[in-house]
């Protein structure tokens, strides 16, 4: 089994930036990839950005150029860069990652507030 813990988010005015993080335990060696997902009051779940463990990156189009998805796998933690944050980014973000065999995993989350 695998456990996610977000840390980071926190109230920002527009235009400023935050670090999110995503601390991975547990079976994490056998982690393949690690997706940042958000979710606003009243709207759906938003994939916003994944992680491979070669390094291989993917954005939303909402986010690409304002969101960089990095690890550290010394750490077993993934990050999420946010910088120029819109008052439309609020939301709560999530970590999840799936393993076969086992399913989906997700952690907490970690709540985002742009304020305008």
């Known amino acids: 089994q695998v456990q996610l813990v977000e840390s980071g988010g926190g109230l920002v005015q527009a235009g400023g930036s935050l670090r999110l993080s995503c601390a991975a335990s547990?079976?994490?060696?056998?982690?393949?990839?690690i997706t940042w997902y958000r979710q606003a009051p009243g709207k759906q779940r938003e994939l916003v950005a994944t992680i491979t463990n070669g390094g291989t990156t993917n954005y939303a189009d909402s986010v690409k150029g304002r969101f960089t998805i990095s690890r550290d796998n010394a750490k077993n933690t993934v990050y999420l860069q946010m910088n120029s944050l819109k008052p439309e980014d609020t939301a709560k973000y999530y970590c999840?990652?799936?393993?076969?065999?086992?399913?989906?995993?997700w952690g907490q989350g970690t709540q985002v507030t742009v304020s305008s």
């Open positions: 999840s990652t799936f393993l076969t065999g086992f399913g989906n995993y």
């Open positions: 547990g079976s994490s060696f056998k982690i393949n990839f």
